[in-house]
């Protein structure tokens, strides 16, 4: 069982930053691989990054994201970030934390982010 728990959503004008947290229980340097979603009102739920350290590992972004978001993690602190600057009114969604493990998926309840000025 893997539970996840976003923090650091809020309120931020155009071209701002924020930095959003996902604490895992568990060892999450074995829960691979683990991610961020975002779900936009009215519109399907969408990958936003999301890593592995599998094999060679891989890092993937959303194209609408790419050299704006940044996802990392800190195994001692079991949390995963996602580092957002320069961000967009478009950006504005419910974040979600995603991880794999023992053949299932999690999530986290969600941390909103608005982007208005």
């Known amino acids: 069982q893997v539970q996840l728990v976003e923090s650091g959503g809020g309120l931020v004008q155009p071209g701002g930053s924020l930095r959003l947290s996902c604490a895992a229980s568990?060892?999450?340097?074995?829960?691979?691989?683990m991610g961020w979603f975002r779900q936009a009102p009215a519109k399907e739920r969408e990958l936003v990054a999301r890593f592995t350290t599998r094999g060679n590992g891989n890092t993937n972004y959303a194209d609408s994201v790419k050299g704006r978001f940044t996802i990392s993690r800190d195994t001692a602190k079991n949390t995963v970030y996602l580092q957002m600057n320069s961000l967009k009114p478009e950006d504005t969604a419910v974040y979600y934390c995603?991880?794999?493990?023992?053949?299932?998926?999690?999530w986290g309840k969600g941390t909103l982010v608005s982007v208005s000025s």
């Open positions: 568990g060892r999450i340097s074995s829960i691979d691989p």
């Open positions: 995603w991880a794999y493990y023992g053949g299932m998926s999690y």
